[in-house]
DNA sequence: TCTGGGGTCCTAGGACCC
DNA sequence: TCTGGGGTCCTAGGACCC
């Protein structure tokens, strides 16, 4: 027998962080907003209102190319704390409607409403009850796209927006597909579209057109997930879990580009210190320890390296983690190189600490200890309130405008 | 145009073991 | 002393997504 046709609903906020921003703001409503940063700011767009994409501006365009495409566009800073804030309230709406619910990211979720209709009716009412239930608990507009695949609904919730609703009906999925261009397809991006265009690929369906064995040959594994995705199945991958199937978190990072490149030792290995900082409260905060810790250099020129360390017992202490990054750096750094971008990455996680000597284990204690005071004394005073002795040497700390001088918390809590 | 920060997955080569 | 194949771990890099 085959398995039953699932129903999964894919929901995507519209133009989420503009959206976030303009509800603290609401002079920012119908105007051209640009989210991510100044526009003399090195970075990219974060998200782009409705009004500023008409005249070009999309998510992950340079600032500063943003500012000359629209000029007269208002540029906000992004405040994740408010996104977060809001994208749990839609979490708790959605999971009012079904307990299959996974947030693929912030702004966007996947439920299986699967056998759902004796409680909600026919899928679009379900689709409508829901629509209309995030606007009035969140004050959002969404998008949801309907089919009987992750790959289906997440197609058409873009075709859907803004603020729509589209379903693609069971048996319809290649029909549905076959005139779109293969960018539509989540995982098709440039390069693959270029190699798809000189194969004269260039819709959805011309790919169907293709055998499996010629696709598999030309592209590899993800060859055959392409022939399967354009008859619009879940073929490979992430798609393939089951919606709500947990899956945790794999590498934890954090990465620091400068406003202006430096080559300067202490600047930098105080960069390094500050990352470490961050990596490890986060593995602390989720209760992991990392076995693989890895440094991230990008020069002036864009060239990127990565150097990777395997350490023989996994850990979660920032000193730890920086001792392997710095040791990275200063074998791997080209000597007077202008460092653009540092990034401290751990991953290879495992469940304690294992077996070692007690005294050292007496040293770790301590260390914990320490960690966990400054990880709450953090939480209450703020991330610049506290630091590592190390950290400071260079007597440089970005990012701490409210603690200028880099002192620890005394300030504070006078 | 001058290119963020947080992730996932895949490939490929070399080391090492059986 | 010449030679094989498979499995797993490690590392580096790249495509892609939001």
Redesign the pocket.
């Known amino acids: 027998m085959p398995p039953a046709t699932k129903t999964i609903f894919h929901v995507d906020m519209d133009a989420f962080f503009v959206s976030v921003e303009e509800l603290f703001d609401p002079a920012l409503k119908g105007k051209a907003v640009v989210v991510?940063g100044q526009r003399t700011e090195?970075?990219?767009v974060?998200a782009a209102s409705y009004e500023a994409r008409k005249f070009g501006v999309h998510?992950?365009m340079?600032l500063?190319?943003a500012a000359?495409l629209c000029p007269h566009a208002i540029f906000v800073d992004g405040h994740r704390d408010r996104y977060l804030e809001y994208s749990e309230k839609v979490y708790q709406v959605l999971t009012s409607f079904s307990p299959l619910v996974e947030m693929?990211?912030?702004?966007?979720a996947y439920l299986d409403m699967t056998g759902t209709e004796r409680l909600h009716g026919p899928i679009l009412c379900a689709a409508h009850g829901l629509h209309h239930k995030i606007k009035s608990e969140t004050q959002l507009n969404c998008s949801i796209g309907i089919g009987t695949s992750r790959l289906i609904a997440?197609v058409s919730s873009a075709k859907a927006k803004p603020h729509g609703i589209l379903w693609v009906i069971p048996g319809r999925e290649a029909k549905f597909l076959a005139p779109l261009d293969v960018?539509d397809?989540?995982?098709?991006?440039?390069?693959?579209?270029q190699s798809l265009s000189a194969l004269g690929i260039h819709r959805v369906g011309d790919l169907a057109r293709f055998e499996d064995s010629f696709l598999e040959e030309h592209f590899?594994?993800?060859g055959l997930a392409l022939a399967g995705k354009a008859r619009g199945e879940d073929a490979?991958?992430?798609f393939d879990n089951a919606v709500g199937e947990n899956?945790e978190?794999?590498?934890?990072?954090?990465?620091?580009?400068y406003n202006e490149d430096t080559a300067d030792v202490a600047k930098i290995e105080s960069t390094l210190m500050r990352l470490s900082e961050?990596v490890g409260r986060?593995l602390r905060e989720h209760g992991l320890h990392a076995?693989?810790i890895?440094l991230k250099l990008r020069y002036k020129?864009?060239t990127?390296?990565?150097?990777?360390?395997?350490l023989p017992a996994p850990t979660q202490l920032d000193t730890e983690i920086f001792e392997q990054v710095r040791a990275l750096f200063r074998k791997n750094w080209r000597k007077g190189g202008q460092v653009?971008?540092l990034?401290v990455?751990a991953?290879?996680f495992e469940a304690g600490a294992g077996q070692r000597d007690l005294l050292e284990d007496g040293r770790r204690q301590r260390w914990q200890q320490a960690l966990a005071a400054a990880d709450r004394l953090r939480d209450k005073f703020g991330e610049a309130s506290v630091s590592l002795a190390t950290g400071m040497k260079g007597g440089f700390r970005e990012k701490t405008h409210e603690n200028p001088a880099g002192l620890p918390g005394k300030k504070e809590r006078a």
Request: charged content about 25%; aromatic content about 4%; cysteine-free.
């Open positions: 991510g090195r970075g990219v974060s998510s992950a340079p500063r190319t000359k693929a990211s912030i702004d966007e997440k960018r397809i989540p995982g098709v991006g440039k390069v693959t579209e590899g594994k993800w490979g991958g992430w899956t978190a794999k590498s934890i990072s954090h990465e620091h580009t961050m986060r076995r693989t890895q020129d864009f990127t390296t990565t150097r990777a360390h395997s653009r971008l990034g990455h991953s290879s």
